[in-house]
């Protein structure tokens, strides 16, 4: 059984490392799959994990040694985590897992839009994922949301995850999953649902801290001791809508895992993956919530502005309204004609200040009778 497998993946493995190494350029043109096997200790390999019935086999495998069992036994297969492989990397095992050119130069470059390809039997998935990051207080550069991707590779017998980013860490899911031998019986698709449940919930996570920002922006707002100022609101938008790319497009995709449309999902795991559509949905009715908030809060920040600089133009009328009436007056008497009433006149100076006085005092009360001072 394992020369019949061999003299059949060889051929087509050699045949797929050339198409890729002119693809991509970096791949070695005569590399097996067999030297794959010192990829065990390459930096993008995070896991090379082998299943068989559920139950996580002992030991580190050479991935063709793993891929070799997992196909020989009715219900086994490799969980393969990779973190930013290059294209060189990729280029050997895809020859190796027979992936489809297209889909490895999609896992190669990050930030992709969430979707769902079939090639064949393989299933290409790629999905978002996003964190929250900490800050003492939101400023004109805080970075609130910080985005990153996942893309899976599943198989009849082979789960491969390839994670660009920090966010939502792989390790987790491997250690929960161990303990769930009745999922895992279900194949791949048990880890392709338990990688979504993972990354949506790190979205509701990023939502409940979001909101506690926004509750703080708005405070600021419409505080009477002072308005918060509008590059903050303004930088909290633009992480929003980092957030948002990753939560808004992912419902697509994920309705047709959870109808069985776009990929042959087992029964038993589409329940699962309906959960995490449930999920999704509060994520995207929250995001949709704090954008049309955020919307309000920076138009009522604008009207203050306006409103702030309507009275800045009032004050200064005021005064210059004031002014206008020494500088009449001043101008008046600053004309050099000879016969100009009371200009000769002993208490002619004090008289006209004390004027100039009055009135200004008279028009000052009435301006903050007004309410323009």
């Avoid at 769902?116 to 998935?125: K, S």
């Avoid at 918060?228 to 939560?247: C, D, H, S, T």
Wanted: hydrophobic residues 45%; charged residues 25%; aromatic residues 8%.
């Amino acid at each position: 059984m394992a020369e019949t497998t061999e003299s059949r993946v060889l051929p087509r493995a050699i045949t797929a490392v050339r198409a890729m190494s002119r693809m991509l350029g970096g791949a070695s043109p005569d590399r097996s799959p067999a030297s794959l096997d010192s990829c065990t200790t390459d930096e993008a390999i995070v896991d090379c994990g082998l299943y068989l019935d559920g139950i996580r086999q002992d030991g580190r495998w050479p991935i063709t040694e793993a891929l070799r069992l997992a196909t020989e036994h009715p219900n086994g297969f490799v969980w393969l985590g990779l973190k930013e492989p290059t294209a060189t990397q990729l280029a050997g095992l895809a020859a190796t897992f027979g992936l489809h050119e297209l889909a490895v130069e999609d896992a190669v470059k990050s930030a992709q839009r969430p979707k769902v390809e079939r090639y064949g039997t393989m299933i290409f998935l790629a999905l978002r994922t996003a964190r929250y990051l900490d800050h003492e207080e939101l400023t004109e550069n805080s970075e609130v949301v910080d985005t990153g991707d996942v893309m899976i590779f599943v198989g009849d017998h082979f789960i491969i995850t390839v994670r660009h980013g920090e966010a939502c860490e792989l390790s987790t899911v491997r250690t929960q999953l161990d303990e769930r031998r009745d999922l895992l019986k279900h194949g791949p698709w048990a880890v392709a649902y338990a990688v979504y449940d993972l990354v949506v919930d790190s979205f509701l996570d990023v939502v409940n801290s979001i909101e506690d920002d926004l509750a703080k922006v708005e405070e600021r707002v419409f505080a009477r001791s002072g308005h918060g100022r509008i590059q903050r609101i303004y930088q909290l938008k633009r992480e929003l809508m980092e957030f948002k790319r990753a939560v808004l497009p992912l419902q697509r995709p994920l309705s047709g895992l959870v109808s069985g449309q776009s990929a042959d999902v087992p029964k038993e795991i589409r329940r699962y993956f309906r959960d995490v559509n449930d999920h999704l949905t509060r994520a995207v009715e929250q995001v949709m919530y704090f954008d049309d908030l955020l919307n309000s809060v920076l138009q009522a920040r604008l009207a203050q502005v306006t409103v702030d600089q309507n009275n800045d133009m009032r004050k200064i009328a005021a005064w210059a309204g004031i002014a206008a009436v020494w500088t009449a007056i001043a101008g008046v008497y600053g004309m050099n004609f000879r016969h100009m009433p009371e200009l000769h006149w002993r208490y002619s100076y004090p008289v006209v200040v004390a004027i100039m006085l009055g009135v200004s005092v008279l028009l000052y009360r009435a301006f903050r009778r007004s309410g323009w001072l």
